[in-house]
């Protein structure tokens, strides 16, 4: 079991940044891949960024460029910094993670339900 706690949302204005941290507990060894996901009301889940295992990263077209995804394995951390932020980012941001292989991952096509592991979320809003 993997155990995942977020923090760092808030209130911003657009053009401005924020640093949602995600701090992992339990068999984290065996992770594939951490992603950071967001939801707005009455939308779907959406993926944001992936990190695997080795390093490799990958994000959706709508945050490149503006987001970064990092790890910090000596912490049990993984992190989404959001730089130039828009209202249209405003949403829940969740952490999540998946211990099966897929390669689907490494092109963020992976479906929420395939990730194993989840935390509570966080919100982030971005007024004008």
């Known amino acids: 079991q993997v155990q995942l706690v977020e923090s760092g949302g808030g209130l911003v204005q657009a053009g401005g940044s924020l640093r949602l941290s995600c701090a992992a507990s339990?068999?984290?060894?065996?992770?594939?891949?951490w992603a950071w996901f967001r939801q707005a009301p009455g939308k779907l889940r959406e993926l944001v960024a992936v990190?695997?295992?080795?390093?490799?990263?990958n994000y959706v077209d709508s945050v490149k460029g503006r987001f970064t995804i990092s790890r910090d394995n000596s912490a049990n951390m993984v992190y989404l910094q959001m730089d130039s932020l828009k209202p249209e980012d405003t949403a829940v941001y969740y952490c999540?993670?998946?211990?099966?292989?897929?390669?689907?991952?490494?092109?963020?096509?992976?479906?929420?339900?395939?990730?194993?592991?989840w935390g509570q979320g966080t919100q982030v809003t971005v007024s004008l």
């Open positions: 999540a993670a998946v211990q099966t292989w897929f390669s689907l991952v490494r092109t963020c096509e992976l479906s929420p339900d395939k990730y194993e592991y």
């Open positions: 339990g068999s984290i060894a065996d992770i594939n891949a």
């Open positions: 990190i695997l295992s080795g390093g490799f990263t």
